[in-house]
């Protein structure tokens, strides 16, 4: 079993939209989550991290963790075409700090 | 802003050829990694510093990967020799660390490796 899973894609969402990106991860003991955008060819670049259950905003987006059902996502209002990227979820390991990454959601924002 | 700092941007070479990668932390963090990225997938760990003393290197295929960080500043990876299976981006990150569950990791812009 994976230990962080999300769904490959494409989400595909009109321009204006919510964009909603899901992960899940196995590790009960997890703490620190945190969302990367990834165009293509280029890097990983942080988005959004969060430490505890509830929501998260910043500007646009806005990240929701819920530890009891090991669930953690992403949602991107008025969502624009300069979106369309893969959006990494990592998780921290926190007995030795690692970060474990999804395969990555591919995000696809039609104008 | 500071970043991380990676060369070269684009490699390619022959299998069983030798291969090195080059990174430049943000000035001031002591942890540094290597992930491997391979099309489709999200990054993996290969091996991570804190100074220059290696923390995890459990993914790191020690037969013909290594990886230094002499002084703890700036760190070397290498592939000796390359195989076709290489293929992939190679990214570095360096955070803060050592730190709590706050610790953000900064990515470079990657190497991307071609191995023919």
């Known amino acids: 079993q994976k230990e962080v899973e999300q769904n490959s894609g494409p989400l595909s969402v009109p321009e204006g939209a919510i964009a909603s990106l899901n992960c899940t991860y196995s590790?009960?003991?997890?703490?620190?989550f945190f969302w990367y955008r990834q165009y293509s060819g280029k890097s990983p670049e942080l988005i959004m991290s969060i430490y505890s259950n509830g929501d998260k905003e910043d500007g646009r987006f806005t990240a929701q963790l819920n530890k009891a059902s090991q669930y953690v996502s992403l949602l991107i209002r008025d969502s624009q075409p300069s979106d369309s990227a893969t959006y990494l979820c990592?998780?921290?390991?926190?007995?030795?700090?690692?970060?474990?990454f999804g395969s990555g959601t591919r995000l696809l924002v039609r104008p | 802003e500071a970043e991380v700092a990676q060369s070269p941007r684009y490699k390619i070479t022959e299998k069983s050829q030798a291969v090195a990668f080059w990174c430049d932390p943000i000035?001031?963090?002591?942890?540094l990694y290597w992930y491997r990225q391979i099309l489709g997938q999200g990054p993996e760990l290969l091996v991570q510093?804190?100074?220059?003393?290696?923390?995890?290197d459990s993914q790191l295929p020690k037969d013909r990967f290594s990886a230094e960080r002499l002084k703890g500043v700036d760190s070397t990876l290498k592939i000796q020799p390359a195989e076709l299976g290489d293929s992939a981006m190679y990214l570095c990150?360096?955070?803060?660390?050592?730190?709590?569950?706050?610790?953000?990791?900064?990515f470079g812009p990657g190497t991307r490796l071609l191995v023919l």
């Open positions: 990150a360096s955070s803060l660390g050592p730190g709590g569950i706050q610790e953000t990791q900064y």
């Open positions: 510093f804190q100074d220059e003393s290696v923390v995890d």
């Open positions: 000035s001031g963090h002591a942890t």
């Open positions: 590790d009960r003991g997890s703490q620190s």
């Open positions: 990592a998780v921290r390991v926190d007995s030795s700090y690692k970060l474990i």
